[in-house]
Structures are given as structure tokens and as C-alpha cells.
């Protein structure tokens, strides 16, 4: 059936985007394997089973060293996987052994995809609101620079 074929594109496109992400070193959930539209990765969590907290709720010790390694992740994603995520804010980051892993990735757009700078510069947006809410003020064009090697 036709919605069927919606989620087994879905699956498939975050299979897709992870494993890109993934390959470039960017620490998103590892995926296994998509199977009948199914995709099974990596759980982000502790021994005990508990999922990692996202980083909307948990309280950071170490909001410059989370916001640097983040705004790398975006310019790997960028550069090297030639993704943009399209969705990335505080509820889309989880926090494990205090560094960001980035979920949720199946509405990421290649790069040259028309609504890509759009994209990139919500994702941008949404992560210069998300800090200044931990006090630190950085701005989207110092963030952009940061991403595009200006």
C-alpha cells in the first residue's frame, strides 16, 4: 500500500543519513541494519537500559565544550557527509558522558537540495537559542562561518 511505501522511504532515508553521518564521524546512533521498515541502530543509554537524556532536560556542565563539538558536527555534516540535518535543536541532541549525540536525522536534506541553506539556517537559528538559554551568546553568522571554513 501507499503508506506502506511512505514509511519503507523514511526508514530508508534515515538508514541513509545515518550512515553518512556515521562514516564521518559524527556521533549519531550507529545503524545496524533497516529490514521490512524496521530500523534497527545503536541504543544511547546506560547499562541499566536508560535512554540518554535529551539535552533539553538535562542540566550542562559544559555548554561551550557541548556547543563547539555541536557546531563541528554541523560543518562535518556539511562539508564532508554533504547532509544538513534540518531539525536539529535541544530536542533532537541527546546527551551522553557529557557530549552531544544527534538524533533523528531522517528529514536531513543533501546539500545542494533547494531548501538545504533554508534548513542549515534553522538548524543554525535553533542552536544560537538553545545556548543563549545556557547564558552563552554566540551568533548565527559567527556559527556559519564557523560551518562554511570563511
Same mark, same amino acid.
Given at each position: 500500500?501507499?503508506?506502506?511505501?511512505?514509511?519503507?522511504?523514511?526508514?530508508?532515508?534515515?538508514?541513509?543519513?545515518?550512515?553518512?553521518?556515521?562514516?564521518?564521524?559524527?556521533?549519531?546512533?550507529?545503524?545496524?541494519?533497516?529490514?521490512?521498515?524496521?530500523?534497527?541502530?545503536?541504543?544511547?543509554? #546506560?547499562?541499566? @537500559?536508560?535512554?540518554? %537524556?535529551?539535552?533539553?532536560?538535562?542540566?550542562?556542565?559544559?555548554?561551550?565544550? =557541548?556547543?563547539?563539538?555541536?557546531?563541528?558536527?554541523?560543518?562535518?555534516?556539511?562539508? #564532508?557527509?554533504? /547532509?544538513?540535518? @534540518?531539525?536539529?535543536?535541544?530536542?533532537? =541532541? /541527546?546527551?551522553? #558522558? $557529557?557530549?552531544?549525540?544527534?538524533?533523528?536525522?531522517? *528529514?536531513?536534506?543533501?546539500?545542494?537540495? %533547494?531548501?538545504? *541553506? *533554508?534548513?542549515?539556517?534553522?538548524? +543554525?537559528?535553533?542552536?544560537?537559542?538553545?545556548?543563549?538559554?545556557? @547564558? +552563552? *551568546?554566540?551568533?548565527?553568522?559567527? =556559527?556559519?562561518?564557523?560551518?562554511? $571554513?570563511?
Amino acid at each position: 500500500s501507499n503508506k506502506r511505501q511512505v514509511i519503507n522511504t523514511w526508514v530508508n532515508k534515515e538508514f541513509r543519513n545515518l550512515k553518512r553521518a556515521y562514516e564521518c564521524g559524527i556521533r549519531v546512533p550507529k545503524p545496524i541494519i533497516t529490514k521490512n521498515n524496521i530500523l534497527i541502530m545503536e541504543f544511547i543509554g #546506560d547499562e541499566e @537500559g536508560n535512554p540518554a %537524556p535529551l539535552m533539553r532536560n538535562v542540566n550542562i556542565s559544559n555548554p561551550e565544550k =557541548i556547543l563547539e563539538i555541536l557546531i563541528n558536527y554541523v560543518k562535518i555534516l556539511y562539508n #564532508d557527509a554533504k /547532509l544538513v540535518h @534540518g531539525d536539529l535543536s535541544g530536542f533532537n =541532541i /541527546l546527551i551522553k #558522558d $557529557d557530549e552531544p549525540v544527534i538524533i533523528d536525522i531522517s *528529514q536531513g536534506v543533501v546539500v545542494d537540495h %533547494p531548501i538545504a *541553506q *533554508q534548513l542549515l539556517n534553522r538548524d +543554525i537559528g535553533n542552536i544560537v537559542k538553545d545556548f543563549k538559554k545556557l @547564558g +552563552i *551568546q554566540i551568533s548565527e553568522d559567527e =556559527i556559519k562561518s564557523k560551518i562554511m $571554513d570563511l
